[in-house]
């Protein structure tokens, strides 16, 4: 492991002190060896990212989405009149041909690549002999091999009995009822920053008042706590010097003083949180919470909705952590395109849970089945939670280079090819600066790419992990300009300490 990984793994991030920045700097490998092609069955069209035809939206764009906007929900937030066409590798296209390069990878989906052939022709085929299973009636092969792999890379291999359902809120959904299940306790802990989806138990567990308001009451027995976020710290302390404070302040204060009556269901986290900001947190925090789930008889369930299939360098991030949960939720890449998300426990808890507990019409349903096993078979195949790892620091390197030059830039975090780029106005006050205006000049220039954090100002760097170097590099240089432009526009770039 490379020394800047090493720094990563202890949950260091490039903070601004610039006292520090030629340190980080030096320290930093130079140049990754490895060119990283695109693999060969990429299309041509999507080898030529990005190449802009026409301003978007185009008129094909534009007919398309004034019918959307008459027949369509608004519930959906679309960040940017862009209308997909196609997709290839790391590359989309729109309605008007115009081809972007894609640090999205579909929020966290298409891991292997955007139509990966392998996912394409396990769908056709299976499409042509059987579409629906019935396969939480019936039993169906793919169904059980898909458990059978999922048994097999799950953390230390030492989950084993897999929930097939359609989404990862329904997984969510699902881990919160085992957990009440097998512990018959009915209270949870989750942390502010939390997404665990829109629905029932996801949209209880889920800790922003924007996401959760207008839908009270939702369900009671929930309690959040603070998560491990050291760059904007609640506590305004320093790790490693705090000592985990909120971990602390969990064990000492929510457990044993408010809230919860000392019944804990389970805790439920995300080893890096996702929507909230792609926060990595220290490396000793996911133990800590192991360890109070097991002082307390209460479950961990380990959200990887986002995290999971090599996105951050490891088939599963709370493998970065040592740390096997007692549920693991998957979602987003688990299907390789098609809505499937599942559940997987350790042996125990799941065949507590006995037959008629849980069911789904479409859970295990012949083409997600077809569709999921393959892209996973395809992301160990081609090795790509190594190639997220490297191709991951290297990106890293870049972005920590590009903060020298940037002072937008106030943090850079991630593992693997999942990264988030903080935005501040001050590096010192660290003031958020939200990012919507820059977003929209990467999506002019030819780069998708979206935002998370409580402030809307962490760009997600979390392309698919075929993605080439090339490609990062050029991604990049499209990145850095619209960070350019905003600072030019804002004069940003006069970091003084306040007063
Ligand atoms: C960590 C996490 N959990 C759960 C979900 C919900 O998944 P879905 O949108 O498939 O319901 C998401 C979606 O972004 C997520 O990031």
């Known amino acids: 492991m490379s020394e800047m990984v090493e720094k990563e793994a202890v949950g260091e991030s490039a903070q601004a002190p610039k006292t520090k920045k030629m340190d980080r700097t030096e320290k930093e490998p130079t140049i990754l060896e490895e060119e990283f092609p695109l693999p060969d069955w990429v299309a041509d069209w999507a080898r030529e990212a990005p190449k802009l035809v026409v301003r978007a939206p185009g008129p094909k764009s534009k007919a398309i989405i004034k019918i959307d906007r008459e027949y369509v929900s608004y519930a959906y937030d679309r960040c940017f009149t862009f209308t997909f066409e196609k997709a290839s590798g790391a590359s989309v296209m729109d309605a008007d041909g115009n081809v972007l390069l894609d640090f999205t990878a579909g929020i966290g989906v298409e891991n292997a690549g955007w139509t990966h052939p392998k996912v394409v022709k396990a769908i056709q085929e299976q499409a042509a002999k059987l579409i629906h299973s019935m396969a939480n009636d019936a039993y169906f092969e793919k169904e059980a091999l898909f458990a059978k792999l999922l048994h097999e890379i799950s953390p230390g291999k030492a989950l084993k009995g897999t929930f097939f359902g359609n989404s990862g809120a329904e997984a969510v959904e699902a881990a919160f009822k085992l957990s009440r299940y097998y512990t018959k306790r009915n209270e949870h802990v989750a942390f502010f920053g939390s997404y665990h989806g829109r629905i029932g138990a996801g949209l209880s567990l889920t800790s922003r008042l924007k996401l959760r308001y207008s839908y009270g009451p939702l369900l009671p027995g929930v309690v959040f706590t603070p998560f491990a976020y050291c760059y904007r710290c609640p506590f305004k302390q320093t790790y490693p010097e705090c000592g985990l404070w909120c971990a ?8 044993e003083l408010g809230g919860p009556t000392g019944q804990i269901s389970s805790i439920i986290v995300e080893p890096i949180q996702g929507e909230g900001g ?18 307390q008889g209460a479950l961990l369930i380990a959200d990887e909705v986002q995290t999971g299939f090599a996105r951050t360098g490891k088939m599963f991030a709370c493998e970065h952590f040592d740390v096997v949960p007692d549920i693991l939720v998957m979602g987003k890449a688990l299907g390789g395109g098609v809505p499937l998300g599942a559940i997987i426990a350790r042996n125990e808890i799941m065949k507590k849970w006995r037959p008629g507990s849980h069911s789904s019409t479409f859970g295990g349903n012949a083409i997600t089945m ?39 830039i106030g943090d850079v975090r991630g593992r693997g090819l999942m990264i988030g780029v903080e935005l501040v106005k001050n590096q010192y006050t660290k003031e958020p600066h939200e990012a919507t205006t820059i977003q929209g000049k990467c999506w002019r220039n030819g780069l998708m790419t979206i935002t998370s954090g409580n402030y809307g100002n962490v760009f997600r760097i979390a392309p698919p992990l075929c993605i080439s170097k090339a490609q990062v590099e050029k991604s990049l240089s499209i990145f850095e300009m619209a960070l350019k432009d905003e600072e030019e526009f804002l004069k940003i770039g006069t970091s003084a300490p306040p007063g």
Do not use: W
């Open 248 to 255: 602390d302040y969990l064990e000492n204060q929510v457990l």
């Open 370 to 408: 077809a569709s999921g096993l393959a892209h996973v078979q395809a992301i160990i195949e081609e090795n790509l939670a190594e190639r997220s790892a490297k191709l991951g620091a290297y990106t890293m390197k870049l972005l920590r280079e590009m903060q020298q030059r940037r002072e937008i």
């Open 278 to 295: 792609y926060i990595v947190p220290p490396k000793e925090f996911l133990p800590r919470l192991k360890k109070i789930c097991e002082a």
